[in-house]
């Protein structure tokens, strides 16, 4: 069962269960449209049953920046109009967390409005959203911006509006976007430059419509309480869910290995992503280049009972690792950057037997991508030091049934 099925099915029975904690929000006149403000290419003035707008430009809106709306607990809206003049395009309304701004990301699409001076209701439901797990990642809603149509005249009055639950709303989870990062590495040779790639690198994904964050290894480039403690506290203003891949920075220096778990939990696991179907199973590379016999032996026994559980379950696999298999050629020689022989015709053995679609790596400091088995590796752009000085930056995956799209998201 993925993610959203289950969603689905514990609101119903918390629902059915406790009625009263999905009370829907309500603007109307009576519990008032008084925190609508700030209109923009309309003026906006009450009337006897709610909202008038005169729309003097294009894309007439007005925002409400006081709402605190837990996105789990609604995903329909309704609303009460009436409009006039020459209206012909659709409106929206779009939402932001703290910290986002207004984006093509996150809004619900609206019916053109009808002109004909009657009321009329409208209900849409998550299938209207532009791209629903923005809805749902990244805390609650924080500010709301109406905009009943794009076109520039006309009128339009807003007598209600309001968010509420339905139980067999749709809300479409197929796709999955997933930013990769390889090699923060912040320290390795210009750490206030590094510090501040990073920096954009969460100011990009927190605008983007990512849904989750895997980093490839190499958090810090000297690994301790102190250096951890600043990446943590830099990483909490990432507002995606993000997944730790332990680098031979991170667990193979002097009592790191101890301090990295402290501070970000066993080095191996899985966890379903938000959408799609899809495994993501995180494994720790420094456990197969440098074994340390009991944990590289627990950890090659998870591995193969995620692999069975994720088949099992009908799920597509991610694999994230930090050092790759290999680099150009699986008969390539020995070295640091790649995982040894043995090992290496062990995993390739396992990974054509499952469904595996892609394996994301870093260590190499540099970016490529290759398929091998129908399987796509890659190796991200990083923000510390490229040793193939291509661009500073982060890939972004789409996922999309059989076909796996990605792009460079640069910072300077
Ligand atoms: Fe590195």
Request: charged fraction near 25%; hydrophobic fraction near 35%.
């Given at each position: 069962m993925d993610q959203s099925t289950m969603k689905k099915i514990i609101l119903s029975i918390l629902s059915v269960a406790c009625m009263n904690i999905f009370a829907d929000i309500v603007w109307n006149k009576t519990t008032g449209f008084d925190a609508w403000t700030n209109p923009l290419n309309c003026t906006i003035s009450p009337t006897d049953d709610g909202l008038l707008f005169t729309i003097k430009a294009n894309n007439p809106c007005v925002a409400n920046r006081s709402v605190d709306i837990d996105p789990n607990q609604y995903n329909t809206l309704t609303y009460t109009y009436r409009a006039t003049g020459p209206i012909k395009h659709h409106g929206h309304?779009?939402?932001?967390?703290?910290?986002?701004?207004?984006?093509?990301?996150?809004?619900?699409?609206?019916?053109?409005?009808?002109?004909?001076?009657?009321?009329h209701t409208v209900t849409v439901t998550g299938e209207v959203l532009a791209?629903?797990?923005?809805?749902?990642?990244?805390?609650?809603?924080?500010?709301?911006?109406?905009?009943?149509?794009?076109?520039?005249?006309?009128?339009?009055?807003?007598?209600?509006?309001?968010l509420s639950y339905q139980e067999n709303a749709a809300m479409k989870f197929d796709t999955l976007v997933l930013a990769q990062l390889s090699d923060p590495q912040i320290g390795f040779k210009d750490y206030d430059a590094e510090m501040d790639?990073?920096?954009?690198?969460?100011?990009?994904?927190?605008?983007?419509?990512?849904?989750?964050?895997?980093?490839?290894?190499?958090?810090?480039?000297?690994?301790?309480?102190?250096?951890?403690?600043?990446?943590?506290?830099?990483?909490?203003?990432?507002?995606?869910?993000?997944?730790?891949?332990?680098?031979?920075?991170?667990?193979?220096?002097?009592?790191?290995?101890?301090?990295f778990e402290e501070f970000f939990g066993p080095t191996f696991y899985a966890v379903d992503m938000p959408s799609g179907g899809y495994r993501l199973i995180v494994l720790d590379t420094e456990l197969w280049q440098h074994p340390i016999e009991?944990?590289?032996?627990?950890?090659?026994?998870?591995?193969?009972?995620?692999?069975?559980?994720?088949?099992?379950?009908?799920?597509?696999?991610?694999?994230?690792?930090?050092?790759?298999?290999?680099i150009e050629s699986p008969d390539e020689k020995e070295e640091y950057f790649n995982l040894p022989k043995s090992r290496r015709k062990w995993l390739q053995d396992k990974l054509k037997q499952y469904p595996v679609v892609a394996f994301l790596t870093g260590h190499t400091h540099t970016a490529f991508t290759y398929q091998w088995n129908g399987i796509l590796f890659s190796s991200a752009e990083t923000t510390s030091v490229s040793f193939d000085k291509v661009t500073y930056g982060f890939r972004r995956f789409v996922f999309d049934h059989d076909l796996i799209r990605y792009n460079t998201v640069p910072v300077k």
């Open positions: 309304l779009f939402y932001a967390k703290e910290g986002q701004g207004f984006s093509d990301y996150r809004l619900w699409k609206l019916p053109v409005p009808k002109t004909d001076g009657e009321w791209k629903p797990w923005t809805w749902f990642n990244g805390g609650n809603i924080k500010s709301l911006r109406f905009d009943p149509t794009y076109t520039g005249e006309g009128t339009y009055e807003l007598r209600k509006m309001k790639r990073f920096r954009q690198e969460i100011n990009k994904l927190n605008n983007s419509d990512c849904q989750a964050v895997v980093i490839c290894g190499d958090m810090m480039h000297i690994t301790n309480r102190e250096t951890l403690t600043v990446f943590k506290k830099e990483l909490s203003r990432l507002k995606l869910p993000v997944y730790i891949v332990a680098g031979n920075h991170d667990v193979a220096q002097k009592n790191s290995r101890p301090i009991a944990l590289t032996a627990k950890m090659d026994d998870f591995f193969q009972k995620e692999l069975d559980a994720a088949k099992n379950a009908n799920k597509k696999i991610i694999i994230a690792t930090h050092a790759p298999i290999f």
